[in-house]
């Protein structure tokens, strides 16, 4: 680990050495601006009353190809490049998205920290916010602020106001002076999936609602397992080691794993602590297992022989997969077990970031991003890839699918309880860190210590990304 961050260190150190011999990007003054409809007869007037300054009034994306760098695959693949593929037939401006499959996030995250700044970097990226933020250390990202608030290119104060708020500011950066690194184009929550026929055999009515129920049914499952399992074995709860079920099982206590006043990491915490203490006493009891190959526990989940599992709600159709070609039994998903008297939700997503390449590629990126993110386009990439639209108008369009994924429904509506985990640099580094705690506390290390030692790491990593920015 020490020597990936010396390694990011010097990209970094190099990739601001390239900033730094070529000049920064700035709107150009083209030759020809757009064509406008001409004010057909329209009376005589008093001069208008000059408004801001728009930097991208003149610039003209005609005829531009945009590369998109993104992680879906599948369906979520087929449904987006349908969507391209309309922008690409119906933009006025000839401007072409060319979409590329470049791997999980990390993939594209170890990609991306190699060509900052040069001439290989793409258009448009997915990316989550401590990603942004690690990126924008070598200056390497457009702050779109200028494009949103743009009079001529940008989002209308009622479109503007039509963004769910806490999604729409979430790309918002105070570390780099309220730059806009991102904009977001759809958000997952991390939820518990749970099977209902299972819990009605075990006893329950429902699902639980806190840490104590949720240890007491889990360790129930193990004792009794499913009536319509297809696969042997038995288990209450499958713990895939992962940052963010820690940072949601600690918000679940009540906690957080960043302190934002102090700017400091804090997976010390009483609440992480009492959250990865429960984590542990599952293990010791023999209700929960460590999940040992990837999405093995969805698997394990449709074949009737586990009780919950948490994760994202972008996997519902995985889930339904999984069922329909396993146990076939009724499900759901519900809020993570809390000690708070509401549910603390983790919701994350990744947004679309923009490095900087020419004006005129920067702008007809942002005049795509507009077209994805508008109502229609949202509610159709929202069906297809069970993520939630970013636009309430958006989600009004969703009654049917609603209706007919209730599981979806469900998540949909815990989304006023979200939290979100830290947008700062260098958190893909401190994940790896939190994972190999998660493991050890898991395997029986001591959780005091553990937490202790992931903090001081953690920080430690998080003053090496900030020094960058003296």
């Given at each position: 680990m020490?020597?990936?961050?010396?390694?990011?260190?010097?990209?970094?150190?190099?990739?601001?050495?390239v900033?730094?011999?070529?000049?920064?990007?700035?709107?150009?003054?083209?030759?020809e601006?757009?064509?406008?409809?001409?004010?057909?007869?329209?009376?005589?007037?008093?001069?208008a009353?000059?408004?801001?300054?728009?930097?991208?009034?003149?610039?003209?994306?005609?005829?531009?190809?945009?590369?998109?760098?993104?992680?879906?695959?599948r369906?979520?693949?087929?449904?987006?490049?349908?969507?391209?593929?309309?922008f690409?037939?119906t933009?006025?401006?000839?401007?072409?998205?060319?979409?590329?499959?470049?791997?999980?996030?990390?993939?594209?995250?170890?990609?991306?920290?190699?060509?900052?700044?040069?001439?290989?970097?793409?258009?448009?990226?997915?990316?989550?916010?401590?990603?942004?933020?690690?990126?924008?250390?070598?200056?390497?990202?457009?702050?779109?602020t200028?494009?949103?608030?743009?009079?001529?290119?940008?989002?209308?104060e009622?479109?503007?106001?039509?963004?769910?708020?806490?999604?729409?500011?979430?790309?918002?950066?105070?570390t780099?002076?309220?730059?806009?690194?991102?904009?977001?184009?759809?958000?997952?929550?991390?939820?518990?999936?749970?099977?209902?026929?299972?819990?009605?055999?075990?006893?329950y009515?429902g699902?639980?609602?806190?840490?104590?129920?949720?240890?007491?049914?889990?360790?129930?499952?193990?004792?009794?397992?499913?009536?319509?399992?297809?696969?042997?074995?038995?288990?209450?709860?499958?713990?895939?080691?992962?940052?963010?079920?820690?940072?949601?099982?600690t918000?679940?206590?009540?906690?957080?794993?960043f302190?934002?006043?102090?700017?400091?990491y804090?997976?010390?915490?009483?609440?992480?602590?009492?959250?990865?203490?429960?984590?542990?006493?599952?293990?010791?009891?023999?209700?929960?297992?460590?999940?040992?190959?990837?999405?093995?526990?969805?698997?394990?989940?449709?074949?009737?022989?586990?009780?919950?599992?948490?994760?994202?709600?972008?996997?519902?159709?995985?889930?339904?997969?999984?069922?329909?070609?396993?146990?076939?039994?009724?499900?759901?998903?519900?809020?993570?077990?809390?000690?708070?008297?509401?549910?603390?939700?983790?919701?994350?997503?990744?947004?679309?970031?923009?490095?900087?390449?020419?004006?005129?590629?920067?702008?007809?990126?942002?005049?795509?991003?507009?077209?994805?993110?508008?109502?229609?386009?949202?509610?159709?990439?929202?069906?297809?890839?069970?993520?939630?639209?970013?636009?309430?108008?958006?989600?009004?369009?969703?009654?049917?699918?609603?209706?007919?994924?209730?599981?979806?429904?469900?998540?949909?509506?815990?989304?006023p309880?979200?939290?979100?985990?830290?947008?700062?640099?260098?958190?893909?580094?401190?994940?790896?860190?939190?994972?190999?705690?998660?493991?050890?506390?898991?395997?029986?290390?001591?959780?005091?210590?553990?937490?202790?030692?992931?903090?001081?790491?953690?920080?430690?990593?998080?003053?090496?990304?900030?020094?960058?920015l003296?």
């Open positions: 020490r020597g990936k961050r010396v390694w990011l260190l010097v990209v970094l150190t190099v990739a601001a050495l900033l730094t011999a070529c000049p920064q990007a700035a709107p150009a003054q083209p030759a601006a757009p064509a406008e409809k001409p004010a057909a007869e329209a009376p005589a007037k008093e001069a009353p000059e408004g801001p300054e728009d930097p991208w009034a003149d610039v003209d994306p005609s005829g531009q190809t945009i590369i998109f760098w993104h992680q879906h695959s369906q979520r693949e087929e449904a987006l490049n349908e969507i391209i593929q309309e690409n037939d933009n006025e401006y000839n401007i072409t998205v060319v979409a590329e499959y470049q791997g999980h996030y990390g993939d594209i995250f170890n990609k991306m920290l190699a060509v900052l700044n040069t001439e290989d970097v793409p258009d448009l990226v997915v990316a989550y916010q401590n990603q942004a933020a690690t990126y924008q250390l070598a200056d390497a990202l457009v702050d779109m200028s494009l949103v608030e743009s009079p001529k290119w940008g989002l209308t009622e479109e503007k106001a039509d963004f769910f708020p806490a999604f729409f500011k979430q790309d918002i950066f105070p780099f002076g309220n730059a806009r690194l991102g904009f977001p184009p759809n958000r997952s929550m991390e939820v518990m999936y749970y099977n209902i026929e299972w819990l009605k055999e075990l006893g009515d699902p639980p609602t806190t840490p104590d129920e949720f240890k007491e049914m889990a360790c129930k499952a193990v004792q009794q397992p499913f009536s319509k399992a297809t696969a042997e074995g038995s288990m209450g709860y499958e713990l895939s080691i992962d940052a963010s079920r820690f940072a949601s099982w918000f679940a206590f009540g906690g957080d794993i302190d934002y006043e102090k700017n400091q804090t997976y010390n915490s009483e609440a992480a602590i009492a959250a990865m203490n429960f984590i542990q006493d599952l293990f010791n009891n023999g209700c929960a297992s460590v999940v040992t190959e990837r999405y093995g526990d969805q698997t394990d989940f449709g074949a009737g022989r586990l009780l919950f599992t948490v994760g994202s709600s972008s996997g519902l159709p995985y889930y339904r997969a999984a069922v329909g070609e396993g146990a076939q039994f009724d499900w759901s998903v519900a809020a993570i077990p809390h000690v708070t008297p509401d549910p603390v939700m983790n919701i994350y997503g990744a947004s679309v970031s923009m490095p900087k390449t020419t004006p005129e590629r920067e702008l007809a990126t942002w005049i795509f991003v507009k077209y994805f993110t508008s109502p229609d386009v949202q509610a159709k990439w929202a069906m297809v890839s069970n993520y939630f639209p970013v636009r309430k108008s958006a989600a009004e369009k969703l009654t049917d699918y609603f209706e007919a994924n209730p599981a979806y429904k469900t998540a949909f509506e815990l989304l309880y979200g939290k979100y985990e830290p947008p700062v640099p260098g958190y893909d580094f401190v994940r790896d860190k939190v994972r190999e705690a998660m493991a050890a506390i898991a395997d029986g290390a001591d959780v005091q210590s553990t937490l202790d030692q992931l903090t001081e790491e953690a920080n430690q990593i998080l003053a090496e990304q900030m020094a960058e003296k």
